[in-house]
């Protein structure tokens, strides 16, 4: 049964036994526990799940209630929460998900349809092991290439297919403010990473140091690694820029999440010693795909 209305929790009178929280790392901590009214408890727990994609669950007299954002959801916390169902003992299960500034939620009669129930909103919505990325197409018609870009789109119009990596390098750099990587295609849609910029993120810089010739596919957060893979693959595909939008929590090296929202153009060269794929980015802080 799906409830869409927040004021629909059946919270009301509900008694709170305990309040658990499962952050990014799958870590559980209690964040409550004892006889107090849920909805006072509901309101501290809001902003951990809105804001930083943490999972709630609490244990109330008439049922168990979890909480999360699919979108942000990490793999971590996903698989830690899914162990806990795996367990079976909770039969009455509500479970809430916020999507679109939208609280919704969907009552289950056992911790296996929970499960279930939970699979199904990662699909729709992404998150857990399906990786926290949202990725919007947009047209390259005149008028809508951000400044930044003009000056790469008309070098990639003069040289598409006569590109010589290593000329092109200061040329890059200077162009696109140095926020650029440069990928060899090894094989059809396989691609390893060249030279790069280095005007990103300590985070991203600090991986890319050591990444010279490993596929693109290797980044630690793997469900972006394939998404960035799958949007070359198509770029080089059709011979054509892309251009898209790019929301996305990445997991780093040592578990360390960082958010990154750009403007990404691909373009795709020819040389006489293969195929290349330069991807260049303006920041977009304010874009906002995650639902």
Not at 127 to 135: E, F, K, T
Request: aromatic share 10%; charged share 20%; with cysteine.
């Amino acid at each position: 049964m799906r409830l869409s209305n927040d004021r629909q929790e059946g919270l009301h009178g509900s008694v709170l036994q305990a309040a658990y929280i499962i952050d990014d790392y799958g870590e559980v901590t209690m964040g409550a526990c004892g006889r107090a009214q849920a909805s006072h408890v509901f309101d501290a727990v809001r902003s951990l799940v809105n804001n930083l994609g943490y999972i709630t669950y609490l244990v109330t007299d008439r049922f168990i209630h979890i909480k999360l954002r699919p979108s942000l959801t990490s793999l971590m916390s996903y698989s830690r929460l899914m162990r806990w169902l795996d367990c079976g003992h909770p039969q009455r299960i509500l479970v809430s998900y916020l999507s679109a500034d939208e609280w919704c939620h969907e009552v289950t009669g056992s911790a296996r349809d929970a499960a279930r129930c939970i699979d199904r909103i990662m699909a729709r919505y992404g998150g857990g092991p399906l990786g926290n990325i949202g990725r919007e197409t947009v047209s390259l018609r005149p008028g809508a290439v951000p400044p930044a870009f003009r000056e790469a789109v008309a070098y990639w119009q003069a040289n598409c297919t006569a590109f010589d990596p290593f000329v092109a390098m200061p040329h890059l750099g200077r162009m696109l403010n140095d926020r650029f990587a440069l990928s060899a295609e090894v094989a059809p849609g396989e691609f390893v990473i060249g030279s790069f910029g280095a005007n990103r993120d300590h985070r991203c810089r600090r991986w890319l140091d050591h990444s010279s010739g490993l596929s693109v596919r290797s980044l630690p957060d793997a469900a972006y690694g394939t998404s960035v893979m799958h949007a070359y693959a198509e770029t080089m595909r059709r011979g054509e820029p892309a251009m898209d939008n790019i929301d996305a929590l990445v997991t780093w090296t040592g578990g360390t999440r960082s958010r990154h929202r750009y403007t990404r153009l691909m373009l795709p060269f020819l040389a006489p010693e293969g195929r290349w794929l330069l991807s260049c980015f303006v920041p977009a802080p304010r874009l906002r795909l995650l639902a």
